[in-house]
């Protein structure tokens, strides 16, 4: 029963974040109380995801490090980079919604990309640990990103955000990747398989806790929401973009660019808004919820885009071969 949840609620990825954020909005007077479970439920989701991963896939690294070079170099280096300008084009003198966009990228990718390049068939040692290594780095990459991009411009509790990563996603994921390890996997089937639906039901329950705290900016429907809900779709979508056309650039094959591309254009952007939220002015999470809406929809296109151009080399290789 639980796999037949779980499957369902596969199918439904691309809807559960929006329809979180929506509900966290319309109802946020009555939901915004219980923001203080956001950090414990995220935890849980951290570790449940973590039970099929384990410390084997780091082998991978110290082989063929490139590919996890070039996938950080893209995740804290260039989108960024492409944040911060962006931002300043559009929102000049808004500190903010800047720092908002900044955080956005500089956060880990997306514990959930695993899912997406296991789906289209990509490099999954790969991906692992790009997650991994991007996952126990977080606690210094994201503050000292900020740090860098933002400077004095914005007060930042440094402490609070690396405990709180360390919290809520570096120490579930060691204990989930232990666990792993000590039953040689057997964890992953007698209790990963069954924790996977409700770790996608909590997943929307972050969403829309975060919604509800973050309601009164998105309530208000007005020309600089627009922008910013433009701008943080442009944004993630030539995350993607950007991604796929590095993989391109040095050959990296198609098993390796599918999962380079879904770990470059991915974010944990629930544990983003957990951080803006937490530790930032409301104003700061504005640019991370609304990238919620469309993080899960823009994955799956990016799929069905990356099916159709390898099926589209494949037939061409075919018939130049008749």
């Known amino acids: 029963m639980l796999q037949k949840l779980n499957k369902q609620l596969e199918r439904i990825m691309p809807l559960i974040t929006p329809v979180g954020v929506l509900t966290g909005v319309i109802f946020s007077v009555h939901l915004r109380d219980f923001s203080y479970l956001i950090p414990w439920i995220f935890a849980f989701m951290t570790f449940a995801g973590s039970l099929g991963s384990n410390f084997r896939s780091l082998k991978e690294v110290i082989v063929r490090p490139f590919p996890i070079l070039i996938a950080m170099f893209i995740l804290h280096i260039l989108m960024p980079i492409w944040a911060w300008s962006v931002g300043h084009v559009v929102f000049p003198g808004d500190i903010y919604t800047i720092t908002g966009l900044v955080l956005g990228m ?132 030539t995350g993607y973009l950007f991604s796929f056309l590095i993989g391109k650039l040095v050959k990296g094959g198609r098993d390796n660019i599918i999962s380079l591309t879904f770990a470059g254009g991915m974010r944990n952007i629930s544990a983003g808004a957990v951080i803006a939220v937490s530790f930032f002015p409301a104003a700061v999470a504005v640019p991370v919820v609304v990238g919620m809406l469309f993080q899960q929809v823009l994955a799956s296109l990016n799929g069905h885009f990356l099916n159709k151009y390898y099926d589209k080399k494949v037939e061409m290789k075919d018939s130049v071969a008749l």
């Open 106 to 237: 500089a956060i880990p990718t997306g514990v959930t990309s695993f899912m997406w390049v296991a789906i289209y068939k990509g490099n999954i040692p790969l991906v692992l640990s790009i997650i991994l290594i991007d996952t126990l780095l977080s606690p210094i990459i994201v503050p000292y990103s900020l740090s860098l991009f933002l400077g004095e411009k914005i007060e930042m509790d440094f402490i609070n955000i690396m405990k709180g990563l360390l919290e809520m996603v570096v120490i579930p994921s060691l204990v989930g990747m232990y666990l792993n390890q000590a039953t040689k996997g057997k964890i992953k089937d007698q209790l990963g398989t069954r924790l996977a639906p409700f770790s996608k039901l909590s997943l929307g329950i972050v969403v829309m806790l975060n919604g509800a705290v973050v309601a009164p900016y998105l309530k208000n429907i007005n020309l600089k929401l627009v922008s910013i809900t433009l701008v943080v779709f442009l944004i993630a979508l």
